[in-house]
C-alpha cells in the first residue's frame, strides 16, 4: 500500500489554475522533501492531503483510503504537522503550560491536557524532548521559549502523537545556523527510527535537504518539474528551471549547497542591463 496517492490533480479558484494535473505517489519508507517558488503550490498540496481543500478534479488516496469514501477527521489524527503558523496558533497555550505538557498535549492532538496522562506517556514525552536536545527545557513555560527552542518542542509534540505521516513546514524558519544544525540533526536521526512517521519536508533552503530524505517534488506554478529520487531531481538544470533563474550546487556530506550561478543574479541581471 502506497502512503499518498494524487492522481491527476486540478485544482481551480476563479480563473487561476493552482494545481495542474498533479501526479505524485509516496511509497512505505519513503520520506520526501517538496521544493518550490513563493506561490508554487506546495502549501495548497498539503492542505489538500489533510482535506482541508478538495480538489476540482483527479483523486486522492491517504493510507489506503480514497477521498470521499474516508471520515476526513479521523484521517487527520495519523497526520501530524509542525508549521510556523501553527506555532502562532499555540500561542493559545495556558500561559503556565510548561513545555513538558506541550510535548504530553501531543498524545492527544490537543491545545493543552485534558485527559489522563500515564508514568508511560511522562516517560515518553521526556525522552522525545531529551532526543530533540530540550530535556533542560521540560520545567520551562512555553511561553517563554525562544523560537528555536520552541520548534524542539514542537516536533517532539507532534511525534508524541505518532502519526503515520508528519508535514514539516519550514521547521527551521528564524532559526540561527547552530539552532538549525541541531534541529536537523535531531530529524535526521529520529526519522531513520524503526517507528518513524513518513516525513513530508517543505523548505526554501536546499541545504536542508537532509540524507534522509529520498525523494523530492519539485513545483512551479502549480506544476510538477521533476518527482522521484533525489540525486535525480535535486540537478543544477531542474532546480534552475524551477526557481527561474541559473543555479549550481555543491554537495557536502550529503546534502546540497545552492548558489545562483556567477553573473546570473539580480544584481549580474542590473550589471548587465545597466
Ligand atoms: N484559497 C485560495 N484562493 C485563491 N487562490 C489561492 C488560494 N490558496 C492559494 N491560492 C494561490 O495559489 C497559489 C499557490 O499558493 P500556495 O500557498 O500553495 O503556494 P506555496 O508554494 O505554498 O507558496 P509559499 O512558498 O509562498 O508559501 C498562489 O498564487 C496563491 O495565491
Redesign the pocket.
Known amino acids: 500500500m502506497n502512503v499518498i496517492e494524487f492522481r491527476d490533480i486540478v485544482?481551480r479558484?476563479?480563473t487561476?489554475t493552482?494545481?495542474q494535473h498533479v501526479d505524485w505517489t509516496v511509497a512505505q519508507d519513503q520520506h520526501w522533501a517538496i521544493i518550490?517558488?513563493?506561490?508554487?503550490?506546495?502549501?495548497?498540496?498539503?492542505?489538500m492531503l489533510c482535506g482541508y481543500?478538495w480538489p476540482t478534479s483527479g483523486t486522492i488516496t491517504v493510507l489506503g483510503h480514497r477521498f470521499g469514501t474516508v471520515d476526513l477527521r479521523e484521517l487527520r489524527k495519523s497526520i501530524g504537522l509542525v508549521s510556523s503558523a501553527f506555532q502562532e496558533q499555540l500561542q493559545s497555550f495556558h500561559p503556565r503550560e510548561t513545555a513538558l505538557d506541550v510535548v504530553l498535549s501531543g498524545k492527544f492532538s490537543t491545545i493543552g491536557v485534558y485527559d489522563e496522562v500515564y508514568e508511560d506517556d511522562v516517560d515518553r514525552a521526556a525522552d522525545l524532548l531529551a532526543r530533540f536536545g530540550a530535556a533542560d527545557l521540560a520545567d520551562r513555560t512555553f511561553n517563554t521559549l525562544s523560537q528555536g527552542e520552541k520548534q524542539r518542542v514542537l516536533l517532539a509534540r507532534a511525534w508524541m502523537g505518532r502519526p503515520r505521516i508528519l508535514i514539516l513546514?519550514?521547521p527551521c524558519t528564524g532559526l540561527d545556523v547552530l539552532a538549525r544544525e541541531h534541529l536537523l540533526q535531531a530529524i535526521q536521526v529520529l526519522g531513520q527510527s524503526e517507528d518513524a512517521p513518513t516525513l513530508l519536508y517543505?523548505t526554501?533552503h536546499i541545504e536542508e535537504l537532509l540524507p534522509l530524505f529520498s525523494h523530492v517534488l519539485l513545483?512551479k506554478h502549480?506544476r510538477v518539474v521533476a518527482s522521484g529520487e533525489k540525486p535525480r531531481v535535486v540537478t543544477e538544470p531542474l532546480l534552475s528551471e524551477a526557481f527561474s533563474i541559473p543555479v549550481e550546487i555543491t554537495w557536502q556530506d550529503d546534502r546540497p549547497w545552492l548558489r545562483v550561478a556567477s553573473g546570473a543574479g539580480v544584481m549580474g541581471a542590473g550589471a548587465a542591463s545597466g
Open positions: 485544482w479558484r476563479g487561476d493552482i494545481l518550490g517558488c513563493n506561490g508554487s503550490g506546495k502549501t495548497s498540496l498539503l492542505r481543500i513546514d519550514e517543505v526554501h513545483l502549480g
